[in-house]
C-alpha cells in the first residue's frame, strides 16, 4: 500500500505532469504584476498621496481626518485611470490580434493591463472596507466585485490551468482549447474596451477636491471641469455602447462564441449589463448636476448684468 502511494507522488511530480501544478512563465509574471500592483498603490495612498498633496495644496492640511483619507483614494484613483487608459487605447489602435479577434485574439497586452487593474481594485476593495466610514460606498463594491468577477476569466482561469487535465465525452485531454474556459485566456477585446471608462475618472475625482477645498460651484475652474466631466463621461461610458454591444452581437452564436464556457459567456454579459445600468444612472446624476450648475451661473450672469444697467 504504502508503495502504491509512494509511486503515485512520484507520478504526480513527472515531468510530463509539470505543467498541470505549474504556471507558465508569462502567467506568473502577470500574477506577478497584479502583486505589485496592489502594493503599489497601497503605497501610493498610504505614503505618496500625502506626502505630494501637503506640498501642493496647502488645503489639505486643513482637511478632516476622513476628507484626507478620500482625497488620499481619489489621487490613486486618478493615477489608475490615467495610466490604465492610455495603456487602453494603445491596445485599441494598434493591437491587431485583439481587434480582429476579440473573443480569442492574442491577449498578452491586454493581460498586463487588466492585472495591473486587478491589483488596484483589490487594493481599493481593501482600503473601502478598512475606511468604511470615511469612503464606504456599496455601489463602488458592487462595481469592483463585478469588474473582478468579469476580469477572473481573462486573468485567474488561464493562469491556473494552462495544461490541465479535462474530461471530455468521457475521455480525457491536455488540449486547454478544447475546454472552453481555459488556456490564452479570453475575450481581450471586451475586457480592453471597458477600461476606456476610467477615462471619466479624472474629471470627477477634479470635482470633488474643488468641492472639499471650498471652490464655488459657479466657478470658473469648478465650471470647466463639470462641463468637461459630463463630456467625457458620456463619450466613454454611454456613447460607446452601441460600440459595445454591436460587436457583442457580431460574435453572439459563432463557433468563438461557443468555445467559451457557460461561466465566461455569463460572466462577460451579466458585468456588462451591471455596469452600464450604473453608469446610466451615474450619467443621469452627473448630467442633473452640470445642468443645475450652468442654470445657478446663468441666473448670475443676468442679475450682474442688470444690476449694471440699473447703476
Known amino acids: 500500500m504504502a508503495e502504491g502511494m509512494a509511486v503515485k507522488h512520484l507520478l504526480y511530480f513527472a515531468p510530463e505532469n509539470w505543467g498541470r501544478v505549474a504556471m507558465d ?32 495644496s496647502p488645503g489639505f492640511l486643513k482637511l478632516t481626518h476622513k476628507q484626507k483619507i478620500e482625497w488620499n483614494s481619489r489621487t490613486v484613483s486618478t493615477l489608475h485611470a490615467l495610466l490604465v487608459g492610455l495603456f487602453c487605447l494603445y491596445i485599441l489602435f494598434f493591437d491587431e490580434a485583439v481587434n480582429q479577434d476579440p473573443v480569442w485574439g492574442d491577449p498578452t497586452l491586454v493581460k498586463i493591463n487588466v492585472s495591473i487593474t486587478t491589483g488596484y481594485l483589490i487594493s481599493d476593495l481593501l482600503l473601502i472596507f478598512y475606511y ?20 477572473y476569466f481573462v486573468l485567474v482561469s488561464s493562469l491556473l490551468s494552462h495544461n490541465r487535465t479535462c474530461r471530455q465525452d468521457g475521455k480525457e485531454t491536455t488540449k486547454s482549447e478544447q475546454c472552453g474556459c481555459e488556456g490564452q485566456g479570453m475575450l481581450p477585446y471586451f475586457a480592453n474596451f471597458r477600461l476606456l471608462a476610467e477615462f471619466s475618472t479624472p474629471c470627477v475625482n477634479q470635482r470633488w477636491f474643488f468641492e472639499v477645498l471650498g471652490y464655488s460651484k459657479s466657478s470658473k475652474p469648478n465650471m470647466a471641469n463639470g462641463v ?18 454591436s460587436r457583442m452581437y457580431s460574435v453572439y452564436g459563432t463557433d468563438a462564441f461557443y468555445r467559451v464556457c457557460f461561466g465566461g459567456r455569463s460572466a462577460w454579459i451579466f458585468s456588462s449589463i451591471c455596469l452600464d445600468i450604473m453608469n446610466v444612472m451615474w450619467m443621469h446624476k452627473i448630467f442633473r448636476g452640470c445642468y443645475k450648475v450652468l442654470q445657478a451661473s446663468r441666473k448670475i450672469k443676468l442679475g450682474s448684468q442688470e444690476n449694471g444697467k440699473t447703476d
Open 132 to 151: 468604511w466610514r470615511a469612503i464606504g460606498d456599496k455601489f463602488f463594491v458592487i462595481h469592483h466585485l463585478a469588474a473582478l468577477y468579469a476580469y
Open 25 to 56: 512563465p508569462f502567467s506568473q509574471l502577470i500574477l506577478l504584476i497584479s502583486v505589485v500592483s496592489f502594493f503599489t498603490f497601497q503605497w501610493l495612498f498610504h505614503s505618496v498621496s500625502p506626502w505630494v498633496s501637503s506640498r501642493i
Open 228 to 245: 468637461l466631466m459630463a463630456a467625457v463621461f458620456f463619450l466613454v461610458r454611454i456613447a460607446v455602447m452601441p460600440v459595445y454591444y
